[in-house]
Structure formats: C-alpha cells, structure tokens
C-alpha cells in the first residue's frame, strides 16, 4: 500500500507569513493526526481528525494554526501568521489498528 | 497533566550488550503502548506494541508492561550500531471519550562498535 505523502517537504518563511502543509493518508484509514515535533522533543499532537470529524484540538493553537480534512481524505494544516517558536517538522500520520504510520513530515524553519 | 515520561539520554552501550529503555505514563486508563524508533532526520517507525501486563518478544527486541507501576520497558539484546537512534514512547492516553497517542520526548541511544 502506498505510505503517508506530505508536501512540501521543506519550507523556509519569515515570521508573520504565513504557511501550509498538505497530506495525503494511507488509503482507507480513517483516523488522521498532524503532530508538531520540535528539535530534540518528542512528537507534540496538535490535532486529530476521525473521518473529517475533529477528535482533539486541545493542543492546536487556534489564534494561529488551522488544520481541516476534506471529504475524510486529504488535509491541510496552516499557520497564519507564523512564529519563530513555529519552527519544527510536522508530521501527518494515519492509523490503523491504532499503530500510527507517518508521512516523511514538512520541515519549517521561520526565520 | 497526561504525561509520558523518558529520560532523553544519551544511553551509550557497547554492540552486543542489551540495550534497556524505560517509560512511565501518569494515566491508568492508558489502554496501548507503543515503541517507535526515530533516525535523525527521519520519521517515526514503529518497533512493537504491547497491550496486556508482561512481556512480549519480537527478534531481538521484548516490551515489558506494567500497569501497576505505570511502566513500560523496551529491550535491545545484542545491540548493533545500525539500532542507534531515538526510540520513542507512545501511550493510547484517554481523553474525552477517546484515546490520544501522546509521546515522551525519546531517549537517544548509543550503540558503540
């Protein structure tokens, strides 16, 4: 089966601009994550989608960060307007069984 | 606060020697729990899981669970240089009505020739 695809794969913004992140799950799999992981930190879930439906936000700073999923397939995680904090890779997963499989992750560096 | 805790390292072993991770997790309505391995500059992947108390084997490597003691353990036995990396934790932590797979921040390991 194909993996998780994410794109871009690297980007590089000034702070203030703003930024988004594609992924594209594993097919079938209805349970969908984007984590935050900062250098030398353990992954950090920002929010959780089951179908298009949101699970959990808790963590998501919604003054800045947005994320949706269309149809129950594809989603999109923006951050508008971006920190310098913001820097991290973020990581698109989906599950089954509850094993995550991650995507190869966006890298973002706000200078 | 629902935490998963791991000391972050760096465990040096030399190759051969059985390489021992530990994590704790403050939740025990934590149902599932995880070991992912994390090369620099790469994704996580995923080592084992394990659900019920005791051990469980997998080639070189065997998780332990305890959910008395909130504790899970990962073995490496005849650790390689190729096993040096993260490894991380993963609990299936209740929130809401659902579970949440929350990390521990990894513990970086050694593995020595």
């Known amino acids: 089966e194909a993996g998780v695809a994410q794109s871009p794969r690297y980007k590089i913004i000034e702070k203030r601009q703003s930024v988004a992140f594609w992924c594209n799950p594993i097919?079938?799999?209805?349970?969908l994550y984007w984590y935050q992981q900062i250098l030398g930190q353990g992954p950090k879930l920002l929010i959780q989608f089951q179908n298009n439906g949101v699970v959990d936000d808790s963590q998501l700073p919604k003054d800045r960060f947005s994320a949706e999923r269309l149809k129950g397939v594809d989603s999109t995680l923006k951050i508008q307007p971006a920190k310098l904090e913001d820097s991290a890779v973020y990581l698109c997963?989906?599950?089954?069984?509850?094993?995550?499989?991650f995507g190869a992750g966006s890298r973002l560096t706000v200078l | 606060q629902k935490e998963v805790e791991q000391n972050s390292g760096p465990l040096s072993v030399p190759e051969g020697a059985i390489a021992s991770l530990n994590c704790t997790y403050s939740d025990r309505g934590s149902q599932s729990f995880f070991w992912y391995r994390q090369y620099s500059g790469k994704s996580p992947e995923l080592i084992m899981f394990i659900y019920s108390n005791g051990d469980k084997e997998d080639g070189r490597f065997t998780a332990q669970l305890n959910k008395a003691s909130q504790y899970v353990s990962l073995l490496i036995r005849d650790s390689q240089p190729s096993d040096s990396a993260t490894y991380l934790c993963?609990?299936?932590?209740?929130?809401?009505?659902?579970?949440?797979?929350?990390f521990g921040r990894g513990t970086s390991l050694i593995v020595h020739p």
């Open positions: 993963a609990v299936s932590l209740p929130s809401g009505g659902s579970y949440i797979p929350t």
């Open positions: 097919s079938g799999h209805a349970t």
């Open positions: 997963a989906t599950s089954s069984a509850n094993v995550l499989t």
